[in-house]
């Protein structure tokens, strides 16, 4: 899947792909809901994902907006949430 989003050849590829890239830029997160101080106050790590992917949907922005490093992160970000929680 990623080799068709990326046009790349490899995983090797696509790690360094995502090296480069900020998962916040697109992922919601508790601090973007309920801001640092009232997520620490709660308890709650503000860099805990909310929403995979979840800026795209609710931003006013065109995706062209966001960068492919950025996209790659988030989605790296998705399929290891998603390999931890079937094997838990």
Known sequence: ???NLFSLSSYDEFLQLCQKGDNSILDV??????????????????STLASSIGKVITSNKNL???????????????????????NS
């Open 29 to 46: 997160l508790v601090k973007d809901i309920c801001g640092e101080l009232i997520s620490q106050k709660q308890g709650l790590c503000g």
């Open 1 to 3: 899947m990623t080799n």
């Open 64 to 86: 062209d907006y966001y960068r492919c490093e950025d996209f790659a992160s988030a989605l790296l970000s998705v399929f290891t949430y998603n390999i931890v929680q079937v």
